[in-house]
């Protein structure tokens, strides 16, 4: 299986940076795309950011050109760093993976427990 670990959540500022990592282990073959979601309070889980494992990214409008997603695909790991922060991106941050086990395993997703992100006022 693979187990997904974030770390670097907390308490932060309007107007300043939090920086999230996410570290990938266990039976991996094979990892595709590495990303971020997040979820506030009674509402839907949303994509923050994504990266191919060539480097190509994708971003929600809302933090495009705050939020900068990389990854060490040697490491297993992705990071998020988070600029200019806003009191609306408090939520909970979820890492995700699409990955296989095996050669002939089929891509799954699989996500991380969540680190909480709270941007004071």
């Known amino acids: 299986q693979v187990q997904l670990m974030e770390s670097g959540g907390g308490l932060g500022q309007a107007g300043g940076s939090l920086r999230l990592s996410c570290a990938a282990s266990g039976s991996i073959f094979s990892i595709n795309t590495m990303g971020w979601y997040r979820q506030a309070p009674g509402k839907q889980r949303e994509l923050v950011a994504i990266q191919s494992t060539g480097g190509t990214t994708n971003y929600a409008d809302s933090v495009k050109g705050r939020f900068t997603i990389s990854r060490d695909n040697a490491k297993k790991m992705t990071y998020l760093q988070m600029n200019s922060l806003k009191p609306e991106d408090t939520a909970v941050y979820y890492c995700?993976?699409?990955?296989?086990?095996?050669?002939?395993?089929?891509?799954?997703?699989?996500w991380g427990q969540g680190t909480q992100v709270t941007v004071s006022s």
């Open positions: 995700n993976t699409l990955a296989k086990i095996t050669p002939s395993s089929s891509w799954r997703n699989y």
